[in-house]
Every structure is written in structure tokens, then in C-alpha cells.
């Protein structure tokens, strides 16, 4: 299994934290998403995970992942 990590700035809240979970967790191959608000870190653990898939999800969601 994969573990990819990426850092969210702009999340705040628990919309937040929901809106970046429901993007990313819709993706193929996505097994599961953490998202920490304190640390702004979002983990995705999956298979053939595409960071570039994940990173436009984040987008989709409203945020930029650095």
C-alpha cells in the first residue's frame, strides 16, 4: 500500500476537512483519507495512487496543496 502526505494551508474547519476527504476518497485506488486540521496534513493511503489526481481533488475541493 501507498501513503502519500501533502500539506493544506487554507483548511480550517471540519467543511474543511470534509469537503478534501470526500474529493480525494472518490478517486481510484484511494483506501483511505486522514486529515489532520491542527498539523493541516492530509494522508491518502491507497494503491497506484496518482499525485496528480489527488492534488486536483484538493483543487476541486477549494484548497491548494503545497
Request: proline share 2%.
Amino acid at each position: 500500500m501507498a501513503i502519500a502526505v501533502y500539506t493544506v494551508p487554507g483548511m480550517s474547519c471540519s467543511h474543511c476537512e470534509a469537503a478534501v476527504r470526500e474529493e480525494v476518497a472518490a478517486l481510484a485506488g484511494v483506501e483511505a483519507v486522514e486529515v489532520d486540521l491542527e498539523t493541516k496534513c492530509v494522508e491518502v493511503r491507497g494503491k497506484a495512487l496518482d499525485d496528480g489526481a489527488i492534488r486536483a481533488a484538493i483543487e476541486e475541493a477549494g484548497y491548494e496543496a503545497a
